[in-house]
């Protein structure tokens, strides 16, 4: 391929693609920058997507950026690119979190991630029950793989460890209903049916999922408990398929690390035909988050839990125009 810079209508098309990654509450906390000159990327943090009570330390934030950036790195792979990722790269500058340079055109390889392009805009987070079926020990393997990659640890929760995680998340949704500032977070970033904000961020009604009948599947309610006009109730799993990411550490680039590896994983899920939703409550009260790990285990934070398994797929939730995120410099 030449090794002439992509064209501005390419720069775009990545970028799209890199927005396609989940954040919590989909608030989108993200900004690229494109250099032309020198064929690099920066990503930015953008605070307009913070949730000053739910991610105060900006963890979920780092997650989320970490996953576009995953996506970009995926989108840049398919587009025949060889990329170069440096995590904060400026110390004297915390808010830009990642730089990617196109510096050749690919060549293949072990860690080639353009094979999960196909599933870039067909994973959608789904909150609908999924089957009891068990997930094939291939499959486990293979996600956990997708997770090494980033330096990120891959564990199913079992037995008393996955009891323990359940627990922990249901104490946490108790406290998130009587929250004013979960409230306050919540409703900034879900939009009803009758919102008449711009649909470009946050979680659509539609995109709720069914009330929760009976079964021990952790779904976050975006309702907060309110009642939603002609919203399902339904039966969801009783013993879920939960996968804790952990990292050894708790910093920045660990929480990037862990949104790439999350997103890796999400996407290497879509193409093995599993759904997958997130198990975030616990993770938002600092007094909740330690008791997740497992103590058996060498890795002390966990950062991410997934709900994984065989089930209705998500729906598309809306994302910001490339225009209002992405701005190219000479």
């Known amino acids: 391929m030449s090794v002439q810079p992509p064209s501005d209508e390419v720069v775009t098309a990545l ?18 920058r494109y250099f032309r000159g020198r064929r690099v990327f920066h990503i930015r943090a953008d605070l307009r997507g913070s949730l000053p009570h739910s991610d105060p330390g900006l963890r ?6 970490g996953a576009a950036l995953m996506n970009l790195r995926v989108a840049v ?17 915390p808010m830009l979190l990642a730089s990617v340079a196109l510096t050749s055109p690919l060549d293949g390889g072990d860690d080639d991630p353009a094979s999960l392009y196909p599933a870039v805009h067909t994973r959608h987070t789904s909150r609908y029950p999924f089957a009891e079926t ?5 499959v486990r393997t293979a996600l956990a793989d997708a997770a090494r990659r980033e330096y990120v640890s891959l564990s199913f929760a079992s037995g008393w460890h996955l009891q ?18 979960v409230a306050a977070d919540l409703a900034r970033f879900t939009r009803r049916a009758d919102d008449a904000r711009p649909a470009t961020e946050g979680v659509p009604e539609h995109a709720f999922g069914p ?10 309610d975006f309702a907060g408990g309110e009642p939603v006009p002609g919203r399902p109730t339904a039966d969801f799993e ?23 590896a999350m997103e890796r994983v999400l996407l290497r899920a879509a193409l093995e035909g599993l759904a997958a939703s997130f198990v975030t409550q616990a993770l938002e009260w600092h007094d909740l988050r330690w008791p997740l790990r497992d103590p058996m285990s060498g890795s002390a934070y966990v950062q991410m ?6 089930g209705q797929l998500g729906t598309q939730t809306p994302r910001r125009p490339v225009h209002e995120v992405l701005y190219i410099e000479p």
């Open 164 to 181: 323990a995680v359940l627990d922990l998340a249901l104490e946490a949704e108790a406290r998130n209903l009587t929250d004013p500032g």
């Open 77 to 93: 792979a398919h587009e025949g690119w060889r990329a170069t990722t440096r995590l904060l790269p400026d110390p004297a500058d």
């Open 238 to 260: 009783t013993t879920p398929h939960l996968a804790l990411l952990s990292t050894g550490r708790d910093r920045s680039e660990d929480w990037l690390r862990t949104g790439q």
């Open 305 to 310: 839990v997934l709900r994984l398994g065989y």
């Open 60 to 65: 979920a934030l780092h997650i989320g950026c």
């Open 211 to 220: 009330r929760r009948r009976v079964g021990k599947a952790p779904v976050r």
């Open 134 to 138: 068990p997930i094939p020990d291939s």
């Open 15 to 32: 970028v799209r693609d890199a927005t396609a990654a989940p954040s919590m509450h989909n608030a989108q906390p993200w900004q690229f």
